[in-house]
């Protein structure tokens, strides 16, 4: 499995939240800062979405928009429109109440959010832009897109049997393309996303993800690339944005998470496949990453 893929199948999604609506001009949303990823795909008509700073993106039908940290923003018809306020919206929408259904053109749009398993994010996620415009018919990535949004579109429209979990997996297959289109679009100069691109690195990663229950040290890690310590760590941390041992911690407890929701076995032997010989240890570090000791953890998720 390729670090990409590896990272992929550790941010996976919980839930997701669907809504498809059409909105008469003038119409024009402020979107409040959420703990969830969030997308907009422009179906029909067109729209202009911004963002505090100021950047203003011009939406053609097809186009997709992924707010990866959940950021503030907004979206219009137009950028001179007024705008209500996104919870507004929404409660007038869950009470029935008709909200920009007459007037101009119509624009629909499916909006949704993710929400991902473990938390914190992994940096691959951090490291993206706060907004990032995928462009109809680009990349072939952007085909893809499509034909998940026609299928989404009919479960919507239809609300057959099992339509709950085909969106879910059809969510995950936008989630893929989407960062598929993104790297196919702009290949990032720095941040992690470029650390995929550097041979070295991307192998230094891949040791420590597909095998977290090794003894690595900065040394070892550095002879299995062929760098020296000094140069290892620093392109590392450049590219990261933190140190190899740090990584290495992180992904181990992301690990530790993930088996503790779909392993059975106990906490030691956990501990043991993710690189602790020691429960106590393994307990402290997993309590100082997420807040929580790995049985309480285990328990809290069981129950949700």
Not at 72 to 78: F, G, L, P, Y
Not at 228 to 245: A, Y
Not at 246 to 269: F, G, M, P, V
């Amino acid at each position: 499995m390729d670090a990409l893929s590896t990272i992929l199948d550790t941010t996976r999604l919980r839930s997701v939240v669907y809504s498809k609506f059409p909105l008469a001009a003038p119409w024009g949303l402020d979107i409040v800062q959420d703990e969830n990823s969030q997308f907009w795909r422009l179906v029909s008509g067109s729209c202009t979405i911004g963002s505090p700073d100021g950047h203003v993106i011009e939406l053609a039908e097809g186009d997709l928009v992924f707010v990866p940290h959940g950021s503030a923003h907004w979206i219009a018809d137009k950028a001179t429109s007024l705008r209500m306020p996104s919870p507004e919206f929404v409660k007038a929408r869950r009470a029935g109440i008709p909200v920009f259904n007459t007037g101009g053109e119509i624009t629909t749009l499916i909006a949704g959010h993710f929400e991902f398993d473990y938390q914190p994010l992994h940096p691959f996620l951090k490291d993206l832009p706060s907004i990032i415009h995928i462009r109809q018919y680009v990349t072939e990535n952007e085909i893809l897109l499509r034909q998940v949004t026609q299928l989404m579109l009919e479960e919507l429209n239809n609300e057959r049997p099992g339509s709950s979990v085909m969106l879910k997996c059809l969510s995950e297959i936008m989630f893929i393309n989407i960062i598929r289109a993104y790297l196919e679009q702009t290949m990032p100069s720095s941040g992690f996303l470029s650390a995929l691109n550097d041979p070295r690195i991307s192998k230094a990663l891949k040791l420590m993800q597909d095998s977290p229950q090794n003894d690595w040290t900065l040394q070892s890690l550095a002879s299995e690339i062929g760098m020296s310590r000094s140069v290892f760590f620093n392109q590392f941390k450049k590219l990261v944005h933190e140190t190899p041992l740090s990584y290495l911690t992180n992904w181990r407890i992301r690990q530790a998470q993930k088996l503790l929701l779909t392993d059975n076995s106990n906490i030691s032997e956990i501990a043991a496949k993710v690189g602790y010989q020691s429960e106590a240890a393994f307990n402290r570090i997993f309590k100082s990453k997420i807040g929580q000791t790995p049985a309480l953890y285990r328990r809290s998720k069981s129950f949700k």
